[in-house]
């Protein structure tokens, strides 16, 4: 059973996503994400234990690896593919209620900017620390993030932008939604943005890669 | 195709058969706060500095952006181009989404700027077309349009025609019109520079205008980041681009030798010009 878990961490770790992917190289033709979720279902373990002890530790890693310049993006973008796979199985158990995430995380990058990559690999990487993610997408006015903070009291929100240009508007986002809903925890990235920044703008949270804000979620849940 | 820019007195010249002209990036808040901070005190003499160091390396013009929160971007933007033209002739390439900031900057500006840069979007064709007609600016057309990013190269060629059938409308030269093919991080998406290579070779074999593109980026979350850039630089350059924007420090070499393999160079003349004004003292 353990040995079934630690597989699956593995998988998830070094982006082998099922049995037809040929990566990594030296994982090629053995069984993936995919299929051993399905056996440890199978086998009577939970989808809680998968998640906390397969799935959560294995992302954890990738984004420990990701802040130590160990791995690039290329690399977490198959561990999350890899995640999402395994997770096509344990989706069915949110559903019904058996398993419950750690919350529920909104983010997209502010108005006027298209940058996804950053604000993709953020989402990616809560999700994988348990959380459910809320993706608008880009370009996301004031409006959309405080409609989203409407329908989802209680979830955090994450804001993105990439250029000096949309900070403004970030800054205009943060205002209006801690106006709004005064308890709402609001992050801040992108590459542009800083503590201090984050800091002036009334936001609660900054941090320079994924892996911070997946640990400072775990203070929140 | 010849795209003419003037500084007050100095023309540069983009010939879509080369050599390639490097519009330095330089002048850009992006992880230089320092710049931030002296403009905000309307101190201008870091933002010389970088003038003077990337004209030093090769730049043939300038890009000015000035844009961070909190910063009056359409009082700052002719400021800084005031005090660029009292110091250097070079021509500016004005960069601001802010079609008010734009308008500012070429009031003051002395000779032909080059605007950077309008879209496929309505609301940008409509408010910086007529402004670079008054001023008689050149502008850069990026391939975006309402309906946000395509990554089908010939999609994207039609948008570059769509820029460049309006700009004529509106009475600005077609030769005016530079398009920027929009490069995009190969991290996340493998045929992001596939794509924009192919809109390259497609703007250039059929639409024949210059273009530029501001490459820095495409290694984003990647180690070795400037061989990336280096290999797609080159490879652009082959197919098509003709005024990358970029840190001229770092990729001037690089070019020139580009334009020497084109044929570009007669007797390496640019190139070595370039290998000795390098050299360590």
Redesign the interface.
Known sequence: MTELLERISTCVEFGKVDIKSPYPPAMKDQEGAFELTRHALDDGISPDEILEEALIPAMSRVGQKFSR?EI???Q??MAAKAMSSSMSHIKPYYLSGETKRRGTFIIGTVK?D?HD?GK?LVGMMIEGGGWEIIDLG??VSTEKFIEAAEKHPGAVIGLSAL??????N??KSVAELRQRFPGLKIFVGG??VTAE?CRK?GADFYSPDPQGAVEYLKTLA | MKTILKGITKEVVIDTEGPVVIIGECINPTRRRKLVSTLQARDFSYMLELARTQIGSMADVLDVNVGYPGVDDEALLPAAVIALQENFDIPLCLDSPNPKAIEAALKVAKGKCLINSVNAEEASLQKLLPVAREYGAAIIGLVLDDNGITNDPEKRLKIAEKIIERSVRAGIKEEDVIIDPMAMAVSAEPNACRVTLETIKLVHDRLGHNITQGASNISFGLPNRENINNAYMAMSIMYGLTCPIANPEKIAGLVRAADLVLARDEYAIRFIEHYQTTLPS
């Open positions: 310049n690039f993006v290329p977490m973008l006027g298209l990559i993709n880009v370009d250029l000096t240009t949309t900070m403004e970030m800054r590459a542009p920044f703008i």
